[in-house]
């Protein structure tokens, strides 16, 4: 029963972020579709955006796409974090077609993790809409530059996304998700973090 609930919550929260996104109309195209967080694949594509101001700030460039998507996070990472060592590979909703996350679940389906890189897109485009969003902060893991935005409260959507950028243009997304019975509680942008800190030292080195 927990985990059916769990599975009709995280449908919920997608459902409600595809909604939010087509409301908002010329914004739904984006990597972190649970929570509404969707920036303008062709905003991340503009020339003003490939020639970001966090630039500097990547200290060693990476490729997250060069290697399969469920293999961004290694086995001993996942046993770390208590969830399945097997990924789940799926496609993106309408807010990114074309590309995939992989999904990482705990026993019971109650916590999920998640990763999704994405070409073409850099930090710029999230440091631009600031304000359209409940919950933003500037991060860094590992050095790399980050953005935690939600368009809802995570502690109590009990879900949390948020990107870092491994290249001018290239990012990739966490989101996570606690178990119902802990939302208000847990805290799922930690777990969003801390997949990013496990995961992050093993993408490969850009080319």
Same mark, same amino acid.
Do not use: I, Q
């Given at each position: 029963m927990r985990s059916a609930w769990s599975r009709m919550?995280?449908?919920?929260?997608?459902?409600?972020g595809v909604l939010l996104s087509v409301v908002l109309a010329g914004c739904s195209s984006g990597s972190a579709e649970q929570n509404g967080d969707?920036? *303008? !694949? #062709? +905003?991340?594509?503009?020339?003003?955006?490939?020639?970001?101001?966090?630039?500097?700030?990547i200290p060693s460039p990476k490729d997250a796409t060069a290697v399969g998507v469920c293999e961004l996070f290694p086995q001993e990472a996942a046993s770390k974090l208590g969830v399945q060592p097997q990924g789940r590979k799926s496609e993106n909703d309408i807010s990114d077609p074309g590309s995939?996350?992989?999904?990482?679940?705990?026993?019971? *389906? !109650? #916590? +999920?993790v998640s990763l999704s890189p994405t070409q073409g897109r850099s930090l710029d485009t999230y440091y631009a809409r600031e304000s359209e969003y409940v919950d933003f902060e500037r991060i860094t893991v590992h050095g790399y530059p980050g953005v935690r935005s939600n368009k809802v409260?995570?502690?109590?959507?009990?879900?949390?996304?948020?990107?870092?950028a491994v290249q001018s243009d290239q990012l990739v997304q966490s989101?996570?998700?606690?178990?119902?019975?802990?939302?208000?509680?847990a805290?799922?942008?930690?777990?969003?973090?801390?997949?990013?800190?496990?995961?992050?030292?093993?993408?490969?080195?850009?080319?």
């Open positions: 919550r995280r449908g919920a929260l997608v459902a409600g969707s920036a *303008a !694949t #062709t +905003t991340g594509k503009s020339p003003s955006s490939s020639a970001s101001s966090s630039d500097s700030a995939y996350r992989c999904t990482w679940e705990n026993e019971n *389906a !109650t #916590t +999920t409260k995570p502690m109590e959507s009990g879900s949390c996304g948020m990107h870092v989101f996570a998700t606690v178990p119902s019975d802990d939302t208000g509680s805290e799922p942008c930690a777990l969003a973090k801390k997949t990013l800190r496990l995961s992050l030292p093993s993408w490969p080195a850009a080319e």
